[in-house]
């Protein structure tokens, strides 16, 4: 018995605090059997054995949670650095992809211009074809007798 502060009391507190929650807390107890022992793993700790028990057994689970400890703070540096690197390349991609919008946008507009330009010309080209047509031919003389054809809107003929 601890005064004070139980074992479940605490395993809450160590795993409260952040600079001892991930310390592998194993749970030494005179309650035997499943149910203290499950209450005991859902509390939070990482294994639970019953007294009596054998040095060699604690020595054994203590090393196996020792390296399994390792191993997470090594596979969460690894998994840490993982993020960061594909933070900075989705952040990469982000801005080259703002610059391709930027780049179509920009190409687009000229496309959009030329478009334009376009078809005020085909515009232009169709008034000029309808005017050509509308144009009336029409036969004079001059004042010496000579016969001229001319065009509506042109002076061809007369010097």
């Known amino acids: 018995m601890m005064p004070v502060l139980d074992g479940f009391g605490l395993l809450r507190e160590l795993r409260a605090d952040?600079?001892?929650?991930?310390?592998?807390?194993?749970?030494?107890?005179?309650?035997?059997?499943?149910?203290?022992?499950?209450?005991?793993l859902q509390a939070g700790a990482d294994d639970y054995l019953v007294k009596p028990f054998s040095?060699?057994?604690?020595l054994a689970r203590v090393r196996t949670h020792l390296e399994l400890a390792q191993l997470r703070r090594e596979w969460t540096v690894a998994l840490e650095r993982q993020v960061q690197e594909?933070?900075?390349?989705?952040?990469?991609?982000?801005?080259?992809?703002?610059?391709?919008?930027?780049?179509?946008k920009q190409a687009e507009r000229k496309l959009l211009e030329a478009q334009q330009v376009v078809m005020q010309q085909e515009r232009l080209r169709a008034l000029g074809r309808w005017r050509?047509?509308?144009?009336?031919?029409?036969?004079?003389?001059?004042?010496?007798?000579?016969v001229h054809r001319v065009t509506a809107g042109t002076r061809?003929?007369?010097?």
């Open 18 to 40: 952040e600079r001892t929650r991930t310390i592998p807390i194993i749970l030494l107890s005179a309650r035997a059997g499943e149910e203290s022992a499950v209450e005991g």
């Open 55 to 58: 040095a060699r057994e604690l």
């Open 86 to 104: 594909r933070t900075a390349e989705l952040f990469q991609t982000c801005q080259d992809l703002e610059v391709e919008v930027t780049e179509r």
């Open 132 to 146: 050509a047509a509308s144009h009336t031919i029409s036969t004079t003389r001059s004042p010496g007798g000579a």
């Open 156 to 159: 061809a003929g007369f010097e």
